[in-house]
């Protein structure tokens, strides 16, 4: 399976030509319309998927209005605003599809679903039993490392190539010797994320689930699970910023990184082109992941856009999602803002800057640490029965409320008695 997604994925990233057509003559439609857009966060200046909208505008004539609500608030908001008959036409999304599935339009009929990257399908769209694609991808991203090389510098440390990485011990070490000598706060930062966190669980063998004939079964407070939330909470109490990981705060570890506060930051290449915008005041990079007891580990993910069956205008966000994925020169547009990997077979952005060029190598090199274990916990659609929960456990843990065999049994036990999976520990 990884030799498969990676070959997948790597196949996304040949080089094609550039996106080389100019701005088109504004055409006034028939009828106007407002395309009503519910994002998650606001976007930055020279956002991609923003910048991209207001071209279609332009092209067309239509206009965008832009919601923006949190994604935890869009759990209770989103079901609130389909009662009331006040949803938006287009929605950039990763999962309010797969908690309401029968409030989006199938897309398999509107669009050839045969352009789509099948990984960042299942993946983004998460869809494993039915044959719909509620939500298309657009945003196709794979964890990553960030670094300081300015410190990195300053601290007389040489950061690891793919070819020679650290371990989960180094980067540790490394991190307090920055701490201690390369003029940043904090050793390294992650995103509150539990994406982000799974990669130390997958380096170390751990798993949320284990395949149990035709089911599952719970396995997120085994030894290997239990020694990885361990060894987390020890980073959280020497070489990161504590009250990230312990709900103390609802800062943004990018911040950090962006004001040279952090030497290594844990997150995702989405973040890349934001960097690359807003950075100048030291140098960055990308270096790869560490290597845990079991190995590497690499997360895929990304963004989706859904239509509500139900939107006022759900036909002109269908008439944006033909023009934005089946023109490539649209999507190519939207990548070469974007500098991500690529959702659609064939098209793909192409960095002329050696720098990204360079990163983008490195990039690549982790999709083939795409980890079977996250394969198999992502079929499993855990999060159907719980999500924020299993955060929150992990919060409790890193603030010292409960042990980490406590916290990760006290799930366990909740995920087994709602979904009627056995616990294996």
């Known amino acids: 399976m990884k030799k498969a997604i990676a070959l997948l994925l790597l196949a996304a990233l040949i080089m094609v030509p550039a996106f080389a057509g100019g701005s088109k003559e504004p055409k006034a439609p028939e009828n106007p319309t407002v395309l009503r857009v519910l994002l998650s966060e606001e976007p930055t200046s020279g956002d991609a998927f923003t910048s991209t909208l207001n071209k279609w505008a332009e092209e067309t004539g239509n206009t965008v209005d832009l919601m923006v609500i949190p994604y935890d608030d869009q759990l209770t908001k989103f079901p609130l605003m389909a009662r009331n008959n006040d949803l938006p036409d287009l929605i950039a999304t990763t999962r309010l599809t797969r908690l309401y599935p029968d409030e989006f339009i199938d897309m398999t009929d509107q669009i050839d679903i045969s352009i789509f990257e099948p990984q960042a399908l299942m993946i983004i769209g998460q869809d494993y039993t039915t044959n719909q694609n509620l939500c298309l991808p657009y945003q196709f991203t794979i964890t990553n490392v960030f670094y300081n090389k300015d410190a990195f510098e300053k601290a007389g440390i040489e950061a690891p190539t793919p070819d020679d990485p650290w371990t989960l011990e180094e980067l540790r070490a490394n991190a307090q010797i920055l701490q201690e000598k390369g003029g940043v706060k904090y050793g390294m930062a992650m995103d509150d994320s539990r994406a982000r966190y799974d990669n130390m669980m997958y380096m170390y063998g751990g798993s949320m689930v284990q395949k149990a004939g035709d089911s599952f079964a719970v396995a997120i407070n085994s030894p290997e699970t239990i020694a990885a939330l361990t060894e987390f909470i020890e980073w959280n109490n020497s070489v990161m910023p504590k009250a990230i990981w312990a709900g103390g705060t609802t800062d943004n570890p990018a911040d950090y990184f962006q004001n040279g506060d952090v030497g290594i930051y844990f997150s995702g290449s989405w973040n890349y082109n934001m960097f690359y915008q807003n950075i100048d005041s030291f140098e960055w990079g990308i270096m790869p992941s560490p290597v845990g007891p079991a190995g590497r580990s690499a997360i895929l993910g990304g963004s989706g856009l859904a239509v509500p069956k139900n939107a006022s205008n759900s036909a002109l966000a269908i008439e ?47 999709v083939a640490n795409t980890s079977e274990l996250f394969n198999v916990d992502e079929s499993s659609s855990w999060r159907n029965y719980y999500d924020n929960e299993y955060r929150d456990a992990l919060h409790q843990a890193v603030n010292g409320d409960m042990s980490a065999e406590e916290a990760l049994t006290e799930f366990a036990e909740m995920l087994s008695r709602k979904s009627g999976w056995e616990m294996l520990y």
Do not use: C, M, R
């Open 320 to 366: 944006f999602i033909k023009w934005f994925y089946e023109n490539p020169e649209n999507f190519s547009y939207f990548l070469s803002l974007d500098k991500g990997l690529s959702s659609i077979i064939g098209v793909t952005y192409t960095p002329d800057d050696p720098k990204v060029a360079a990163d983008y190598e490195i990039l690549q090199t982790e």
